[in-house]
C-alpha cells in the first residue's frame, strides 16, 4: 500500500501553528546564538551594561589611557540623544559621550570608543550626529581597561544645562518631560562581583544584579543556591527571575521598596557569598539544582 503523501501537511503561511513554529524557531536561534559582549576586556564592563540598559541618569568622569585635549565625561544620555557633544565648562572644553543613544548602533563598544576619540578633540560648541567605526579602534585603546568608573547617580537631568544661563525653551521642555519618567536609582557600595542596581519602579524595588560571569556559569550557581533555599538577599525580597543583555545575566530580585538601598547591603555580601562558592563547585548539578535552572531559565527574557 502506497504511503500518504505529506506534501501540504506542514504549517500554512500566515496559520496560528505557522506563527507559533516560526517563534519556536526564533527563540531556538537565540538560545544558540553566540552572546556578544560590547564592553568585554574592560573592568567596568558590568557597570557600562547598567549605564546603557536601564540606569536614567547617571555621570562619570573616563580615565583614558592617552588623554586628548579635552576630559571625557561618560553620560548615560543626552538631549536629542545623540552621541557626544563638547560644551563649555568653566573656561574650559569638556566632552560628553552618551552610551544610550538613538538610533542604537549595532556595536556598541566601537561606537563608544569612536565618540570617545571625537570628544577628546573637537572644539566647544561641536555636536557629533553619528559615530564612524570605521577608524574607532578597540575600547581599551581610548579607555584604561582596569580602571572601575566613579559614577554620579543623578535624580534629574538638570545637569544637560549645567553652566548654561539661558538654555534653550526645546532643552527646558525635555528636561521637564525626562525628570518627570525618571526612576529613583542607586549602586549599592561594597566588595562585589558585578554591579548590584537597586531602583524603584514605582509599586516596588528591585536589585538589578549584573554579573560578568559565563551565562551558564551563573544559571548553575543561580540553581543550586535555589536548590539549597539561598536564593533570597533576606525578608522583603524575593527572586523574580533574571534577563539577558550585551551578553551577561542579570539576577533580579523584588524588594521592599520601604527600605533605603543601603540596608540591603548585608543581604546583597550574604548572597554574594553564596553565589561565589556556587560558582567555585565544579560538580554536576542534582536532579532538584536541575529543576530549579529549568524553573529559572523558564523566566528568562532578552533585553538586548
Keep these: 500500500m502506497a504511503k500518504k503523501s505529506k506534501r501540504g501537511s506542514g504549517p500554512r503561511p500566515g496559520s496560528n501553528r505557522a506563527e507559533r513554529v516560526a517563534a519556536r524557531k526564533e527563540r531556538q536561534a537565540q538560545a544558540t546564538a553566540p552572546l556578544f559582549r560590547p564592553f568585554a576586556?574592560?573592568?567596568?564592563?558590568?557597570?557600562?551594561?547598567?549605564?546603557?540598559?536601564?540606569?536614567a541618569?547617571?555621570?562619570?568622569?573616563?580615565?583614558?589611557?592617552?588623554?586628548?585635549?579635552?576630559?571625557?565625561r561618560l553620560v548615560t544620555v543626552l538631549p536629542g540623544a545623540g552621541p557626544a557633544l563638547v560644551r563649555e565648562e568653566s573656561g574650559a572644553a569638556v566632552g560628553l559621550v552618551a552610551l544610550q543613544t538613538q538610533p542604537e548602533h549595532e556595536e556598541p563598544g566601537a561606537a563608544l570608543a569612536a565618540a570617545i576619540r571625537w570628544a577628546t578633540e573637537s572644539a566647544a560648541g561641536e555636536t557629533l550626529s553619528e559615530v564612524d567605526i570605521a577608524e574607532a579602534g578597540a575600547l581599551e585603546d581610548v579607555l584604561d581597561p582596569t580602571a572601575a568608573l566613579d559614577i554620579t547617580v543623578h535624580n534629574d537631568f538638570n545637569w544637560w544645562i549645567e553652566g548654561q544661563d539661558s538654555p534653550a525653551p526645546q532643552i527646558t521642555a525635555m528636561i521637564e518631560q525626562a525628570n518627570a519618567a525618571i526612576m529613583p536609582t542607586a549602586r549599592l557600595a561594597g566588595d562585589?562581583?558585578?554591579?548590584?542596581?537597586?531602583?524603584?519602579?514605582?509599586e516596588r524595588a528591585h536589585l538589578r544584579w549584573i554579573r560578568p560571569e559565563p551565562e551558564d556559569d551563573v544559571m548553575a550557581a543561580l540553581a543550586r543556591v535555589h536548590a539549597s533555599g539561598g536564593l533570597t538577599l533576606g525578608e522583603g525580597s524575593r527572586f523574580a527571575g533574571s534577563f539577558r543583555t550585551h551578553g551577561l545575566l542579570v539576577p533580579v530580585f523584588d524588594l521592599d521598596r520601604e527600605l533605603h538601598p543601603t540596608e540591603w547591603t548585608g543581604g546583597?555580601?550574604?548572597?554574594?557569598?553564596?553565589?561565589?562558592?556556587?560558582?567555585?563547585?565544579?560538580?554536576?548539578?542534582?536532579?532538584?539544582?536541575?529543576?530549579?535552572?529549568?524553573g529559572i531559565r523558564a523566566r528568562q527574557v532578552t533585553l538586548r
Design 41 to 55: 576586556g574592560i573592568a567596568a564592563e558590568c557597570d557600562l551594561v547598567a549605564l546603557r540598559a536601564f540606569v
Design 57 to 72: 541618569s547617571a555621570t562619570a568622569e573616563l580615565p583614558l589611557t592617552t588623554p586628548g585635549t579635552n576630559p571625557v
Design 192 to 202: 562585589f562581583v558585578g554591579a548590584p542596581w537597586w531602583v524603584d519602579a514605582g
Design 268 to 294: 546583597v555580601e550574604t548572597f554574594n557569598n553564596r553565589l561565589n562558592e556556587a560558582l567555585a563547585s565544579d560538580a554536576e548539578l542534582t536532579s532538584d539544582e536541575r529543576r530549579s535552572r529549568d
